[in-house]
T-cell receptor
Framework: AQSVAQPEDQVNVAEGNPLTVKCTYSVSGNPYLFWYVQYPNRGLQFLLK??????LVKGSYGFEAEFNKSQTSFHLKKPSALVSDSALYFC?????????????FGTGTRLKVLA | EAQVTQNPRYLITVTGKKLTVTCSQN?????MSWYRQDPGLGLRQIYYSMNVEVTDKGDVPEGYKVSRKEKRNFPLILESPSPNQTSLYFCASSLLQGSYNSPLHFGNGTRLTVT
């Protein structure tokens, strides 16, 4: 069965510092991994994805994520946080070999960037 | 403008009164899906559809129905709503490209309260 874990409900970071939002996953086949961001009263917006290829994936707004197959992780990172990055972040996985298009989302991590 | 449109944004109803939440996309996407977002549980997939007349259950389909008679529309139907269906609902769509699919585009959500 597929699953996604985001172990931190909230991450606080000072503006200008690097940030990391953690995600680990479990799928039986090839993982398709995604990060989405949600601002208040809005739907989720796509940040980046890993399907295949380079383990370091670059996405929107200066975010990147590193796929680590041995640790089954896909942590979201940014070298220098902005106050405007404060939002709710979701990791999601789909089993690329399953033949279905079921997505599993994590429980979300609230990022607070302090000025 | 490419978008996923959900209506209504807010809905308060009483137990047992049938309701429909509409979802429409203007991007000619094959894939559409419904999610509910609850605190501490993240997003959970209710139903999804890979094309017209093709629908399948997600992780929490009980108490919900969907239909896909046209490519652009994917309404969510609650035949007999109950208070435990009080939640924030999101519709999403994406292209299908072989076994891949493009990132999900989300609507702005429908906040449903069942009393």
């Amino acid at each position: 069965a597929q699953s996604v874990a985001q172990p931190e409900d909230q991450v606080n970071v000072a503006e200008g510092n690097p940030l990391t939002v953690k995600c680990t996953y479990s799928v039986s086949g090839n993982p398709y991994l995604f990060w989405y961001v949600q601002y208040p009263n809005r739907g989720l917006q796509f940040l980046l994805k890993y399907i295949t290829g380079d383990n370091l994936v670059k996405g929107s707004y200066g975010f990147e994520a590193e796929f680590n197959k041995s640790q089954t992780s896909f942590h979201l990172k940014k070298p220098s946080a902005l106050v405007s990055d404060s939002a709710l972040y979701f990791c999601a996985v789909r089993d690329g070999d399953s033949g279905t298009y079921k997505y599993i989302f994590g429980t979300g991590t609230r990022l607070k960037v302090l000025a | 403008e490419a978008q996923v449109t959900q209506n209504p944004r807010y809905l308060i109803t009483v137990t047992g009164k049938k309701l429909t939440v509409t979802c429409s996309q203007n991007m000619n996407h094959e894939y559409m899906s419904w999610y509910r977002q609850d605190p501490g549980l993240g997003l959970r997939q209710i139903y999804y559809s890979m094309n017209v007349e093709v629908t399948d259950k997600g992780d929490v389909p009980e108490g919900y129905k969907v239909s896909r008679k046209e490519k652009r529309n994917f309404p969510l139907i609650l035949e007999s709503p109950s208070p435990n269906q009080t939640s924030l609902y999101f519709c999403a769509s994406s292209l299908l490209q072989g076994s891949y699919n493009s990132p999900l585009h989300f609507g702005n959500g429908t906040r449903l309260t069942v009393t």
